[in-house]
T-cell receptor, first 116, second 113 residues
Framework: DAGVIQSPRHEVTEMGQEVTLRCKPI?????LFWYRQTMMRGLELLIY????????DSGMPEDRFSAKMPNASFSTLKIQPSEPRDSAVYFC??????????????FGDGTRLSIL | AQSVTQLDSQVPVFEEAPVELRCNYS??????LFWYVQYPNQGLQLLLK??????LVKGINGFEAEFNKSQTSFHLRKPSVHISDTAEYFC???????????FGTGTRLTIIP
């Protein structure tokens, strides 16, 4: 079974550039979550979708961040313009409806983002 | 709002010794509790979860955790650790009926040969 697939695994870019992170959830999962992990703040939920619709984006740090889910098998997290403080590991996770998954989220291996 | 506290940021343990990783939570309503493990350069994997029923929960890789409502704790234990248990461990909480998870800051478990 293919797990959650994230790309790229590593991204290094200069501040001011646009960054796009990609995620393919597990087939059949209808929840998708975007997290950010840093040493200072730990693991933070940025936004999550249910059936391609954003449900809660209260964790998105500011307007420079945007996320989309155009279909059930693909999501993007975009940062424009990027800043050095955006450097972190970004995780995507997916899950079945809670009555089936019992809140078990499946995580991708993450994208390590470095903004110079 | 709910919160999770993992007081120990790092725990060194000798191989084959027992280990306990501590987790305390705060919530005004009923919660579900989870432990996830993160191996180096990987995403998080679910170790075990407490939803209801028996307060002693068994998970993968020989880990178990005990839910203690009076002490608002959900400590993770293993009677004998192995080098392969070296990882970061995250406690997480979810409010009943809500698919959002709130994670603790993590505990890095280091196994000493």
């Amino acid at each position: 079974d293919a797990g959650v697939i994230q790309s790229p695994r590593h991204e290094v870019t200069e501040m001011g550039q646009e960054v796009t992170l990609r995620c393919k959830p597990i087939s059949g999962h209808d929840y998708l979550f975007w997290y950010r992990q840093t040493m200072m703040r730990g693991l933070e939920l940025l936004i999550y979708f249910n059936n391609n619709v954003p449900i809660d984006d209260s964790g998105m740090p500011e307007d420079r961040f945007s996320a989309k889910m155009p279909n059930a098998s693909f999501s993007t997290l975009k940062i424009q313009p990027s800043e050095p403080r955006d450097s972190a590991v970004y995780f995507c996770a997916s899950s079945l409806p809670v009555e089936l998954s019992k809140w078990a989220q499946h995580f991708g291996d993450g994208t390590r983002l470095s903004i110079l | 709002a709910q919160s999770v506290t993992q007081l120990d940021s790092q725990v060194p343990v000798f191989e084959e010794a027992p280990v306990e990783l501590r987790c305390n939570y705060s919530s005004s309503v009923s919660v579900y509790l989870f432990w996830y493990v993160q191996y180096p350069n990987q995403g998080l994997q679910l170790l075990l979860k407490y939803l209801s029923g028996s307060t002693l929960v068994k998970g993968i890789n020989g880990f178990e955790a005990e839910f203690n409502k009076s002490q608002t704790s959900f400590h993770l234990r293993k009677p004998s650790v192995h080098i392969s248990d070296t990882a970061e461990y995250f406690c997480a909480v979810s409010i009943f009926g809500n698919e959002k998870l709130t994670f603790g800051t993590g505990t890095r478990l280091t196994i000493i040969p």
